[in-house]
C-alpha cells in the first residue's frame, strides 16, 4: 500500500515538473511569437495552445526541442540571426542580415569586375574580394536600414514588411540612424584600404545609397536607380586593382548589370504589386504588368551584349563565352517559366540570381587562367 501511493506521488510531481516545464516552454514561445510576428499574432488561441500542449505533454524533451535546447545548430543566415542574443536580433534583421540574397546580389558585380581585372594566368586577388565582401555586407546593410527609416510608414501597410523593427515599433528612428552611422563608418573603413582613385570613386556612390528608397515615390523606374546603385562595385573592383578604370571594359561591364538589375528587381517586385498599388509607391512591375516578359527579354538582351563587348574588350576566352552561354540560357528559361502572379515564383526566380552571378564569375575566373595556356601555345608555334 505504501509503495502505490509513494509510487502515485512520484508521478504527481513527474507531472508537475512537466507540466511547468510546459508552461515555461509556452511562455518563451509565446514572447518570440510575439516579438517576431505583428502585433496580435503572437498570442496562441486556445486550440493552438491545446495542440501545442499535447504535443510537449509526455516529457520535458519536447519542450526542449520545441524551445531550441536539442535543435542542431545551422549555419544558414537566418539560424544565426536567431541565435543572436535577443538585443540585437531587430538589428540584425534590420541590415537584412537573414536574407543575404541582397548581399549576394550587391557583391557579385564587384567579383567579376576583380576577376577580369586579373592578370593573365592569375587567380583574382583574394585579399580584395574578402574586403569587397565586408563592404557588401555593411553597404547592403546601410542601404536597408535607411530604406526602413524612409519607408516606415508604407512598411507598416503592407503585410510582407509590416513586421520589419522600425515599422513594428522595435527600433526607433533615432536608433536606427545611431546604427546607420556605425555601419558607414565601419564602411568607410573599408573603402579607405583602397587606393585614391577608388575612395573618391566609392564616395560617389553615396548619393544613390541614400536617394535610392525616394525614387519607388516618384518614378516608376527605382529598379533602374537601384542598378546604378548596386552595380557601382563594376566600376570599383577594376579600379581597386589597377588604381583606374578601363572604361571600354568598365562601361559595358556595369550596364550589363544594370540591365542585370532590371531583370531581378523587376520580377521581385511583382510580389508587392497589389500591395504598392493600396499604399501608392511605384514600380517597374506595375508599368509593364502583364507586358513583363517582353521587357525581360529585351533587358536580357542589352546585359547580354554588354557582356559580350567587355569580354571582347578585355580579351576573354573560350570559357568565359561558353558560361555567357549558360547564363543566356539561364535567363531565357527564368522568363519563359515565371508566372508574375505567382509571389512563390517571384521569390524563386528572384532568388536564382545569385547562382546565375557566380556562374559568370567563374568563368571569368577559368578565362583568365585560359589566357596563359592560349599565349603558350602561341609562343610554341611560333618557335
Known amino acids: 500500500m505504501l ?8 508521478t504527481v510531481c513527474s507531472l ?10 509556452i511562455s518563451s514561445y509565446q514572447r518570440d511569437r510575439r516579438r517576431r510576428m505583428g502585433p496580435g499574432d503572437g498570442v496562441l488561441s486556445p486550440p493552438r495552445l491545446f495542440t501545442t500542449l499535447s504535443a510537449i505533454r509526455p516529457s520535458s524533451a519536447g519542450c526542449h526541442s520545441l524551445c531550441g535546447g536539442n535543435r542542431p545548430f545551422s549555419f544558414s543566415a537566418a539560424s544565426v540571426v536567431k541565435s543572436a542574443p535577443a538585443q540585437l ?6 541590415m537584412r542580415l537573414d536574407k543575404p540574397i541582397g548581399t549576394w546580389l550587391l557583391y557579385l558585380p564587384c567579383t567579376w569586375s576583380i576577376a577580369l581585372a586579373a592578370d593573365p594566368g592569375c587567380l583574382p586577388h583574394l585579399g580584395m574580394l574578402t574586403l569587397f565582401g565586408a563592404g557588401a555586407l555593411l553597404m547592403r546593410g546601410a542601404g536597408c536600414t535607411i530604406n526602413d527609416m524612409w519607408d516606415k510608414d508604407f512598411d507598416k501597410k503592407v503585410s510582407r514588411t509590416a513586421s520589419r523593427p522600425i515599422a513594428s515599433g522595435e527600433i526607433t528612428r533615432m536608433q536606427a540612424l545611431v546604427f546607420l552611422g556605425g555601419q558607414l563608418s565601419l564602411a568607410l573603413g573599408v573603402l579607405l584600404c583602397l587606393n585614391y582613385y ?3 570613386l566609392g564616395a560617389a556612390s553615396l548619393s544613390l545609397v541614400i536617394t535610392y528608397p525616394l525614387m519607388k515615390r516618384i518614378t516608376y523606374w527605382p529598379q533602374f536607380v537601384l542598378g546604378l546603385t548596386f552595380n557601382w562595385g563594376a566600376l570599383l573592383g577594376w579600379s581597386a586593382i589597377k588604381g583606374s ?12 548589370g544594370v540591365m542585370w538589375t532590371l531583370i531581378y ?4 517586385a511583382h510580389q508587392d504589386k497589389e500591395d504598392d498599388v493600396k499604399v501608392g509607391v511605384k514600380s517597374t512591375a506595375l508599368m509593364f504588368q502583364e507586358q513583363t516578359k517582353p521587357w525581360l527579354s529585351g533587358f536580357t538582351l542589352a546585359m547580354m551584349s554588354g557582356l559580350v563587348l567587355a569580354g571582347v574588350n578585355s580579351e576573354q576566352t573560350l570559357p568565359y563565352y561558353a558560361a555567357l552561354t549558360t547564363v543566356g540560357l539561364h535567363l531565357s528559361r527564368q522568363i519563359y517559366s515565371l508566372d508574375i502572379n505567382k509571389p512563390e515564383d517571384c521569390w524563386k526566380k528572384f532568388a536564382s540570381n545569385r547562382n546565375l552571378g557566380l556562374l559568370l564569375f567563374l568563368g571569368i575566373v577559368v578565362s583568365t587562367l585560359w589566357k596563359e595556356r592560349r599565349e603558350t601555345l602561341l609562343q610554341n608555334e611560333e618557335m
Open 198 to 200: 577608388s575612395i573618391a
Open 16 to 25: 508537475r515538473t512537466n507540466h511547468g516545464a510546459a508552461a515555461s516552454c
Open 89 to 94: 536580433q531587430p538589428y540584425l534583421l534590420l
Open 265 to 268: 528587381d523587376t520580377i521581385y
Open 245 to 256: 578604370c578601363d572604361w571600354s571594359v568598365c562601361l559595358p561591364l556595369y550596364f550589363s
Open 3 to 10: 509503495r502505490v501511493k509513494l509510487g502515485n506521488l512520484f
